[in-house]
């Protein structure tokens, strides 16, 4: 059955997408929040140029072997960090175990973390630069609501939205893998999670081919 909000308690499926509501327990949000303190530590997130010139609202850092970049030559996967030179830290573990719970054959080598402040959002873009669009991409959300649009393949497919809360973990895959996505705004300061308001995203992937 599926109600007014897309979702389809049967199968856990919002809008076909696959979506495991509260995947994260309250303590293990905080682990997985003290965990990500950690890597921004060592790895400062940073605001990637647009393509046109513009920064993003959203500041962007990583853990594990790549993170997404972008600048006015384009975008592209680096393997250091763009101001200490350094590698990006070990992704946390309990981003794995819920990767692993949509996707057993190989972990991800990315796991790009997201942080929105008041005001930010992310535009409908597609995540197309991995080698294997039989990976999918695992998002993981913590802190503030965020109101995800999902739509097709197309730029110009019909879109649908549905709110993504802290602890909610939801895969692109399949049919859904190259489907254009965005976030268009957070519930600013409803989450007590984050001190001072705020959400981050975890999104994980495969970058490069897994070799067989
Ligand atoms: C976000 N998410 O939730 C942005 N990409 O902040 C994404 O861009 C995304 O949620 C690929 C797969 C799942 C996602
Ligand atoms: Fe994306």
Redesign the pocket.
Known sequence: MTGDDGADRASDTVHGLPVRRAALTPEEQAQLLADLREIARVAPPFSPMTGWGKPMSVRITAAGRFCWFSDRKGYRYIEAHPQTGAPFPPIPALALRLWRGFETRADPDCCLI?QYREGAR?GLHQ?RDEADFSFP?V?I?LGDP?L?RIGGTERKSPTRSFW?HSGDA?A?MGESRLAF?G?DRIKFGESALLRGGGRL?L?LRRVAPVDT
């Open positions: 997201n992310m995540d991409v998002s959300s965020a995800f993504l939801m692109l996505h976030i995203n999104t």
